[in-house]
């Protein structure tokens, strides 16, 4: 049975979505594009049908995952994002969590293609961040370079927290550390403050 260009772009989708899961929990280097596509449900021969190369799919589905986590994000409070982002739940949960903090290192050693698919998400999580610290006042520029100070410090805590075993108490204290320091530059007296979201997974 011939499958519908309907059909064929949902198929591209869930490869593209069931990439970005795999890469965030095992690096790109990882997966291998058999092991992808048999996790997708498809064959390795159609891989090729829809993609150019592996570089082709990593960049795609690093600006899926991306999008994601910037729809998670957009508008909320500075205090909330650093409560849900430096949670034990967000360290633990890697292949659902910011494609930042999984898969940063990887990128470094990347194509161009992909490293400015890093640099566009990275663009759009500081507008979406800002808003939230808009609305407390601050002017654009200000508002920017706090998001990206409070970004920096919260993706290097998750790195470090995950570099840890699972059951070392150093991870949790990374976490919690970090996460009262940039609570108490942010926002001292407001950190409970809840934004009415309890998740960064894309």
Do not use: W
Request: net charge neutral.
């Amino acid at each position: 049975m011939k499958v519908t260009k309907a059909q064929a772009q949902a198929n591209r989708a869930h490869v593209v979505q069931t990439a970005s899961t795999l890469f965030r929990d095992r690096g790109y280097d990882g997966v291998g594009v058999a092991d992808l596509m048999a996790a997708a449900g498809f064959t390795h021969g159609g891989f090729y049908k829809n993609f150019r190369s592996k570089a082709d799919l990593i960049a795609e589905s690093t600006a899926c995952g991306m999008a994601g986590t910037v729809d998670l994000v957009d508008g909320v409070k500075p205090a909330d994002f650093v409560q849900q982002y430096l949670s034990r739940a967000h360290r633990d949960g890697r292949a659902a969590g910011c494609s930042l903090a999984a898969l940063s290192g990887d990128a470094a050693r990347q194509p161009d293609e992909v490293r400015a698919t890093f640099e566009a998400g990275i663009e759009r999580m500081l507008a979406a961040l800002s808003k939230g610290v808009g609305a407390q006042g601050d002017d654009p520029d200000l508002a920017r370079a706090k998001c990206l100070d409070m970004m920096a410090h919260a993706v290097g805590a998750l790195v470090m927290s995950r570099a840890c075993p699972d059951d070392s108490p150093l991870a949790d204290e990374i976490l919690a550390v970090c996460r009262e320091a940039l609570l108490a530059s942010l926002a001292p007296g407001k950190a409970g403050a809840s934004a009415g979201r309890s998740s960064v997974s894309a």
